[in-house]
């Protein structure tokens, strides 16, 4: 049997690390989770996590990027290619609110994360994942001119914050259908006006 190199035992400590941490701060909320318990629950020594982590709030750190990366990874496969921009936007708000109904995921992003970290760093996370995909798919439907030229990044942060605000409604119980109709009906509302029709010029 192969013997696993130093490289692959520190990946496994710290991928161990993050998982037990993520269903600690899960079940528990970040405050609330000590990390003696993270190391007993990871099955290593304080020592290993301060090897990889400075301190609890970076590997909570390292928690909330993950949890990010997960669901735009989610996100980019449900909006591939072959989609129209118009329809891309849409399976990726879709793929966003599916992703986000992961048992703990808004409590991570949307409330520990900015509550622990600040809001400039989850706006830096934000770029880093789920924003970049929203607007990618911006940039994409502008393009197309299925939507209107707008401020991209005034845009994106604008209805990234809707995003956030359905998902964190339909966790507490609120219909997903009818925040989804309002979520599209908000992208459909930035398709530009038709044309006005030129009427004949009257006969003489």
Avoid: C, W
């Amino acid at each position: 049997m192969q013997r696993r190199s130093n490289r692959d035992r520190t990946e496994a400590t710290r991928t161990d690390l993050i998982r037990a941490a993520r269903r600690l701060f899960t079940e528990k909320s970040y405050a609330e989770t000590g990390t003696p318990e993270i190391v007993a629950a990871a099955g290593v020594t304080r020592g290993a996590l301060y090897h990889h982590f400075a301190d609890k709030q970076a590997l909570f750190a390292a928690v909330v990027e993950q949890e990010a990366a997960t669901v735009a990874a989610e996100i980019d496969r449900a909006s591939p290619a072959p989609l129209s921009a118009r329809d891309a936007l849409i399976a990726g708000s879709d793929a966003y609110l599916a992703a986000m109904r992961a048992p703990g995921r808004t409590r991570l992003l949307l409330l520990d994360g900015p509550a622990v970290l600040g809001r400039a760093a989850m706006d830096e996370i934000d770029s880093r994942h789920g924003n970049r995909s929203l607007r990618e798919g911006l940039v994409a439907a502008m393009r197309a001119r299925s939507i209107v030229k707008l401020p991209v990044d005034a845009l994106t942060a604008l209805l990234a914050a809707a995003f956030d605000r359905a998902a964190l409604a339909i966790e507490a119980g609120a219909s997903g259908e009818d925040y989804r109709a309002a979520l599209i009906a908000l992208m459909d509302g930035l398709s530009p006006a038709p044309a006005p029709s030129k009427r004949p010029a009257p006969s003489r």
